[in-house]
């Protein structure tokens, strides 16, 4: 029979899983790490305020909580965590010495997952966290898979648009510079209908991989847009650095060397490639939508002039076509 755990086992991240272990007794605390050291990383702490603390800086995977400590309860700090963006998330296992249903229901209509009672029997503690780790994970993952494109594993629109606004909205508070590079596959429909709808599908996926290899800063993204479209988001990039970019992914891809022996350029698969930049201090009235629109106007352009070629524009400055 597979089992939860069988059933989950993909979502187990390979690191080991990251526990907060909160409790004013230290005697207590050191319970629990001997019951859980082994195959956690664990965090410690013996405060309320300082449970707040290592939770938003470590971002545990789960917290083992005591209901009562002196300066705030479980119960205040689990509010806290609920209330901050950051810790929201993480799911909260109460531990107490107090028990009976009333506490147990207390203690679970406040948001915590699980009530483990005192003194703790180490193999429930350890089935326990397991379970609830298992369902962390597994939550994790469909959030994950919520934001990827499934043919290409890629960021998807959904990513994207969400992105571009948090972006846009970076550059408008630093002054920054912020780079779109839009990506659509020339004569696509032609080479589905010559090598079949599969052999475009492993197409569109090495293209992807090809983008992904080539776009490497930790705050860059590569999103599937569209059918055959790709949107590279370069935030703190100049207009100069984004055309030189969008120039090696042309080259790129090029040189993955698809065969299209059917209106392919060169007998190969290419790209266009439209590029927009928003240069520095912002204008009033300006929206993301302003910096989609000019790639995509560059990129409309790049297939007039012939396809696989990148013509490039700054928001704000006349187009200048490359
Ligand atoms: P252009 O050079 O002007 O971009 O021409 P094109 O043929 O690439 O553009 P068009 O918009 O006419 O056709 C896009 C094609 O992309 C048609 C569509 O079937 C194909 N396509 C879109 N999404 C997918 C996909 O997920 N898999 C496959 N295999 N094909 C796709
Ligand atoms: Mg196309």
């Not at 029997?121 to 499934?150: C, W, Y």
Request: hydrophobic letters at 45%; proline letters at 4%.
């Amino acid at each position: 029979m597979t089992g939860l755990a069988e059933i989950a086992a993909p979502a187990w991240p390979a690191r080991k899983p990251r526990l907060l272990l909160v409790d004013d007794q230290p005697l207590h605390l050191q319970v629990l790490y001997r019951t859980l050291s082994a195959e956690h990383q664990l965090f410690m702490a013996t405060s309320g305020e300082q449970a707040l603390k290592v939770a938003r800086e470590q971002r545990p995977d789960l917290i083992l909580l005591d209901v009562v400590m002196p300066d705030a309860d479980g119960f205040a700090v689990l509010r806290q965590l609920r209330a901050q963006r950051d810790t929201a998330d993480i799911p909260v296992i109460f531990v107490t010495a107090h028990s009976g249903e009333d506490i147990e229901t207390q203690c679970l209509e406040a948001g915590a997952v699980d009530f483990i009672p005192k003194p703790v029997n180490p193999s429930v503690v350890r089935a326990r966290v397991r379970t609830h780790l298992t369902l962390k994970f597994q939550s994790d993952l469909l959030r994950a898979l919520a934001f990827i494109d499934g043919l290409t594993g890629v960021a998807n629109r959904r990513q994207f648009d969400e992105r571009l606004s948090i972006e846009w909205a970076r550059a408008q508070r630093h002054g920054s510079a912020l780079s779109l590079i839009l990506v659509d596959v020339d004569h696509f429909k032609s080479y589905n209908d010559h090598y079949g709808h599969q052999a475009g599908d492993d197409a569109l996926r090495r293209v992807a991989a090809c983008l992904r290899e080539h776009v490497r800063r930790g705050t860059d993204l590569v999103a599937r847009y569209g059918g055959e479209e790709f949107a590279c988001l370069l935030p703190d990039t100049t207009a100069e650095d984004a055309r030189a970019l969008a120039q090696q992914l042309l080259e790129a891809v090029r040189l993955l060397a698809i065969p299209h022996h059917h209106g392919g350029i060169g007998g190969v698969l290419t790209a266009s490639f439209g590029v927009a930049t928003r240069a520095g201090a912002s204008r009033p009235g300006w929206q993301p939508a302003a910096l989609l629109g000019l790639a995509d106007a560059q990129l409309y352009e790049a297939k007039r002039l012939g396809r696989a070629r990148v013509c490039a524009a700054v928001l704000g400055e006349d187009a200048a076509a490359g």
